[in-house]
C-alpha cells in the first residue's frame, strides 16, 4: 500500500531519492531492484517509465514526463471528487438517517471514521509499525482539516454552531494535539503510562458525542410529556432541530408490482447508467460540451461500480440489473485492492470472490421485480459506503504514487513532500466531502469532522503504533520518539490555529461567518509559504539552533 509504505521508508538501507546521484546508466537499475522505490509505486511504475523508458538526459523529455504525470494525477483527482460528491455523500446522508444520528454525531463518526479508513487500511497492513513519519503525518493532517477544510466549509456555507458542541470538539482536539507535543518532549522517552491515554482519546471523543446525543433525545421526549406552553414550544422545536438530520424519504409502495417481473428491464438499467444531460449539452458552448462527453464515461463507469441508495429519489434509485452486477463487481474489485497478488488454491483471491458472488448476483435477479423496491435494498448502503472508500483509497494511493515520483525527480525532501503534496492527496477526499456536505446543506457534519478526523488520524497514524511499540514490541521499556523539525513546526501551527478558531467563535457568538474561514484558509497558506522558506534554507524550523 502506497501510503504506508511512505511512513515505511525509513527501513530500508537505501532510499529512492538516492536515484539522483548516481550515474544516468545506473537509474534504471537502481529504481527496479530497490524496494523503497518498489514499495512506493501501487498499480503501475512511474519511476521505471520515467528512469527506465524516458531519457531523462533531455530536458524537453524529462518536462513532459512530468507534465503527463500532473496532468493524469489531475484526472484522477476529478474521479475522486466525482466519486466523493455523487456517491460517498449520498450514502453517508443515507446511513446517518438510519442510525437516526444529527448532524454533529454524524461528523464525529460515520465522516470521519469513513474519511480515515485509508489511514486505518494501510496502517493494519503495516502492523502498526511506528515511523518517525507519524507525528509529522498527523500534525500536517491536523492542520490541514482544521484550517483548510474548515475554512472552505465555512466559506461555502456560514452556519451557527452550538456552543456546548463546539467547546467540546475543540477541547478534545486541543488535548490529543498538546499530549501528543508533551510525550515527544519527554527526555526519558515514552512509556506504555504516556502512549496508552494517547490512544483513548478519540474512543473517549466519540463515546461523549455519543452519550450527548441520547441525552438530549431523552430531555425532547421529556419535554413532549410536560403540558405545552410557548416558551417550551420553542425550546422543544429547537432540541428537535438539534437531534434530526433532516432527510426527506420518498415512500416506497411495496404493493405496486404489476405484469412482468422483469419488464422494462434493459430499459431501467440503461437510464440508471446513462443520465448525459442532453438539454445542457444541446445549449451549452464548446467547453460545456467538450466537458460533458470527457465527463460521462467516467460518470458511467462509477454508476456500475458504486451501489448508491437515494432515499430522496423515487424508488430509493431501485434498478433491477444494475443492483444485480454491482453485487458481482463491487466485492470482486474491493478484494482486488486489498488482496492482488494474494492467491486461494492458485486462483487469485478477486477471482475467487467473483466466482463466489456470481450465485448471489442470479439469486437477486430471481427474487427481485423491475417496478418494486426489496426490503433489503437499503442495507445495500453498506456495500456502496465500502466500496466508494476502497475505490477512492485506490485512486489515492495512485496519485500517491505519482506524487513520489515527482518528489524524486525534483530533488525534494521527504519532509516536506509529506507535509505538503502527500498531505493534500490523503485529505483530498475529505476536503471534497466537506464541501459537498456543505453545499447540500450540512455544514454541522462536515464542520464537527474538521476536529475529530485529526484525532482519528493520530489515533491511527501515531497513537495505536506506540501504544503497541511500548507495551508489546519494547516490553514495557522507555521508547525514543522525535518529533522532528517539521513536525514540531506543524505542531505549533496547530496549537496556534486553535487559538485563532476559538477567538473567531468567541468574537462573532458562535456564528461562523465567511471573514472566519477566510482566517482560516489565509492562515494555512500562510504555513506553506513558511515551509518553502524552510525547504529552500532561507528560515530555519521551530527546534533548530541557528
Known amino acids: 500500500m502506497v501510503i504506508g509504505a511512505w511512513t515505511r521508508s525509513l527501513h530500508h538501507h537505501d532510499a529512492c531519492n538516492k536515484v539522483n546521484h548516481l550515474p544516468e546508466p545506473q537509474r534504471c537499475r537502481f529504481v527496479r531492484d530497490t524496494a523503497d522505490c518498489r514499495d512506493n509505486m501501487y498499480l503501475f511504475n512511474y519511476l521505471t517509465w520515467h528512469y527506465c523508458h524516458v531519457d531523462s538526459r533531455n530536458k524537453f523529455n524529462a518536462f513532459w514526463s512530468m507534465l503527463a504525470m500532473t496532468v493524469f494525477a489531475s484526472y484522477i483527482f476529478w474521479m475522486m471528487q466525482i466519486s466523493v460528491g455523487a456517491y460517498f455523500c449520498p450514502i453517508l446522508k443515507v446511513l446517518a438517517d438510519t442510525f437516526r444520528m444529527n448532524e454533529n454525531v454524524a461528523g464525529v463518526t460515520l465522516l470521519t471514521i469513513a474519511n480515515g479508513s485509508s489511514d486505518l487500511f494501510t496502517a493494519v497492513a503495516g502492523m502498526l509499525v511506528f515511523s518517525k513519519w507519524g507525528f509529522l503525518v498527523s500534525m500536517t493532517q491536523s492542520l490541514f482539516q482544521h484550517t483548510f477544510v474548515a475554512g472552505m466549509v465555512i466559506l461555502t456555507r456560514p452556519f451557527y454552531v452550538e456552543p456546548c458542541y463546539f467547546l467540546r470538539d475543540f477541547g478534545f482536539l486541543f488535548l490529543n494535539t498538546a499530549f501528543m507535543d508533551f510525550i515527544h518532549k519527554r527526555e526519558s522517552g515514552i512509556t506504555k503510562l504516556g502512549a496508552i491515554p494517547g490512544a483513548l482519546i478519540y474512543l473517549v471523543h466519540v463515546f461523549v458525542a455519543v452519550i450527548d446525543q441520547r441525552l438530549l433525545t431523552a430531555r425532547v421526549h421529556q419535554l413532549q410529556k410536560i403540558e405545552d406552553s410557548e416558551q417550551q414550544a420553542e425550546q422543544l422545536e429547537e432540541l428537535k432541530r438539534q437531534t434530526e438530520l433532516g432527510v426527506h424519504r ?142 477512492i483509497f485506490f485512486l489515492t494511493s495512485e496519485v500517491m504514487a505519482m506524487f513520489f515520483t515527482i518528489g524524486t525527480i525534483w530533488h525534494l525532501s521527504q519532509s516536506f513532500v509529506m507535509a505538503t503534496a502527500i498531505c493534500w492527496t490523503i485529505n483530498a477526499g475529505d476536503l471534497v466531502a466537506s464541501i459537498t456536505l456543505a453545499r447540500q446543506g450540512f455544514p454541522r457534519m462536515a464542520y464537527a469532522a474538521t476536529f475529530s478526523s485529526p484525532v482519528f488520524g493520530t489515533f491511527v497514524n501515531l497513537a495505536l503504533p506506540l501504544a503497541l511499540e511500548t507495551t508489546v514490541r519494547s516490553v514495557g521499556n522507555a521508547f525514543t520518539a522525535e518529533e522532528g523539525s517539521y513536525g514540531e513546526t506543524a505542531c505549533i501551527f496547530v496549537e496556534v490555529g486553535l487559538v485563532f478558531t476559538l477567538m473567531s467563535a468567541l468574537t462573532t457568538n458562535f456564528q461562523m461567518r465567511r471573514a472566519c474561514g477566510m482566517l482560516l484558509v489565509v492562515y494555512y497558506l500562510f504555513f506553506l509559504a513558511y515551509l518553502l522558506l524552510l525547504e529552500t534554507d532561507v528560515i530555519h524550523a521551530y527546534g533548530v539552533d541557528d
Open 250 to 391: 420518498e415512500r416506497i409502495d411495496l404493493n405496486a408490482s404489476r405484469g412482468s417481473a422483469n419488464r422494462h428491464l434493459f430499459q431501467q438499467f440503461w437510464e440508471s447508467l446513462f443520465r448525459f444531460d442532453k438539454d445542457k449539452f444541446r445549449r451549452g458552448s464548446f467547453g460545456v460540451r467538450f466537458y460533458l462527453l470527457v465527463k460521462e464515461p467516467m460518470e458511467m463507469l462509477l454508476r456500475l461500480l458504486v451501489p448508491v441508495v437515494d432515499v430522496e429519489r423515487p424508488n430509493h434509485g431501485w434498478s433491477k440489473l444494475l443492483c444485480c452486477l454491482q453485487f458481482i463487481i463491487a466485492p470482486t474489485y474491493i478484494f482486488f485492492i486489498l488482496l492482488k497478488d494474494v492467491s486461494v488454491l492458485g486462483t487469485a483471491a478477486y477471482i475467487m470472490t467473483f466466482y463466489i458472488m456470481l450465485p448471489l448476483g442470479c439469486l437477486i435477479f430471481w427474487r427481485t421485480r423491475t417496478d418494486t423496491t426489496p426490503k433489503f435494498f437499503r442495507f445495500t448502503a453498506i456495500l456502496g459506503l465500502i466500496a466508494v472508500i476502497f475505490l
